[in-house]
């Protein structure tokens, strides 16, 4: 039995796609998650109230707290918690291992249409959006909060190659010194390059880190019994395994990415996991309510 990669007939093709139903089915994935940035610890000028303090010489008039300063015989002033935008950068794996899938949603297709989800939700908190490529591809979009400029993108990366590397670990490793303050780092992919994990775990001492892993059902183990020869998706390398071993083990993956510090999630191509991706996010304060 002679295969490409994993049952590479059934990808999906993102390109025949309408792009006008992808994008409202992007949209409505942000709708679900409506993530936000994380509250500023730095009082100033916002929306949210933190305490009153007494008065000095420059505060507004508009700012007194009356009723404190009925209880307290003397001006208070009140303080609210100012807003400080968290960048967001989306991870997305491009390689050849992320298009091949054995399910009618690939990897690739997945991983594309959760990044757009995050992405438009993080820009409904004013958090700026960036994107890296980490695949073969030269790609990578500074953060910003132009939606416009957010679709462009995800449409644009709807295309993609069956002969593309993963160099996650190197991406993860030449982004590291680029970054001027705290992110939060979103990585999207299938995590066949085994290099990424001690990359991750040095990005994650600077930055709040996710890993999203995309899982399809037969890299689980694959159906059947007897031997089977397969070519690795990537770099053309011709392999016999048997049927029925096991390809990936996520929990072993679930328990490396722990004792790092590094959120993980594995998202299976043939089961829901938008409840389980937006659990995730608001348990650790990353989701908020937005508007669009």
């Known amino acids: 039995m002679h295969e490409r990669g994993v049952m590479q007939g059934f990808v999906e ?5 309408d792009a006008r139903q992808f994008v409202m089915a992007v949209r409505k994935l942000a709708n679900g998650l409506s993530y936000g940035t ?32 009925a209880r307290m015989r003397r001006f208070y ?5 100012s807003p400080k935008s968290m960048p967001v950068y989306l991870l997305i794996d491009t390689s050849a291992s992320m ?27 004013v958090s700026p959006v960036g994107v890296v490529g980490v695949g073969e591809r030269n790609l990578r979009v500074q ?18 190659r069956f002969d593309e590397g993963t160099l996650l670990g190197q991406r993860l490793r030449e982004l590291a010194p680029t970054l001027a303050q705290r992110s939060l780092m979103i990585v999207l992919s299938d995590l066949h390059d085994p290099s990424a994990i001690p990359a991750l775990k040095q990005l994650s001492q600077r930055h709040d880190c996710v890993v999203l892993q995309l899982l399809d059902p ?14 690795e998706a990537e770099t053309g390398r011709e392999f016999v395994t048997r049927g029925g071993r096991e390809w990936n083990d996520p929990q072993a993956l679930a328990a490396q990415w722990r004792r790092a510090g590094v959120d993980h999630l594995v998202l299976r191509t043939d089961q829901p996991f938008a409840h389980a991706l937006r659990h995730l996010f608001r348990s650790r304060g990353w989701i908020g309510r937005g508007s669009r």
Do not use: M, N
């Open 13 to 17: 093709d993102l390109q025949t796609l």
């Open 77 to 81: 002033v009140k303080e609210y918690e």
């Open 218 to 231: 037969a890299e689980i183990s694959c159906r059947g019994a007897g031997f089977l020869r397969a070519v």
């Open 143 to 160: 953060p910003s909060l132009s939606k416009q400029h957010v679709l462009e993108w995800v449409l644009a990366l709807r295309r993609y």
């Open 99 to 125: 298009a091949v899938s054995s399910t009618k949603q690939s990897k690739y297709a997945t991983a594309l249409y959760v990044a757009g989800g995050l992405a438009l939700a993080a820009l409904d908190r």
């Open 38 to 69: 994380d509250h500023s610890p730095y009082v100033g000028s916002g929306v949210e109230y933190v305490q009153s303090r007494p008065y000095q010489e420059g505060d507004s008039v508009r700012a007194i707290d009356w009723r404190v300063t």
